[in-house]
């Protein structure tokens, strides 16, 4: 599976993005999707993470109620929905992806993710 990240860019605080993770292969839906984010000087987190079917999220308590994640799995997309945007949000957003057996697991350890896309910048103005 190969990932491509996109979606990132400048935004004001409150604002809105959305973060687009396209995937290749046919075996999308087996996978387990986690968006990471990593700001400068800080160590790599987890954002949220999303079962093969969808039907089970995670959210880290940071962007509880402000960020939804979603996937698409006949376009082989994982989507990111950051809403009331904060300058702290700022970080180098990745998604990742780990082939999993039960269809209503996720991972939340970066670990457990054995691909990876290239990050795409987020960056929160005050």
């Known amino acids: 599976v190969q990932l491509q990240a996109s979606g990132g860019g400048l935004v004001q605080a409150g604002g809105s993005l959305r973060l687009s993770c396209a995937a290749s292969?046919?075996?999308?839906?087996?996978?387990?999707k986690g968006w990471f984010r990593q700001a400068p000087g800080k160590e790599r987190e987890v954002v949220a993470a999303?079962?093969?079917?969808?039907?089970?999220?995670y959210y880290a308590d940071s962007v509880k109620g402000r960020f939804t994640i979603s996937r698409d799995n006949a376009e082989n997309t994982v989507y990111l929905q950051m809403n009331s945007l904060k300058p702290e949000d700022t970080a180098v957003y990745s998604c990742?992806?780990?082939?999993?057996?039960?269809?209503?697991?996720?991972?939340?350890?970066?670990?457990?993710?054995?691909?990876w896309g290239q990050g795409t910048l987020v960056t929160v103005s005050s």
């Open positions: 990742a992806a780990a082939p999993v057996l039960n269809r209503n697991a996720y991972y939340i350890a970066a670990n457990n993710y054995d691909h």
């Open positions: 292969g046919r075996t999308f839906s087996t996978y387990a």
């Open positions: 999303i079962s093969r079917s969808g039907s089970s999220t």
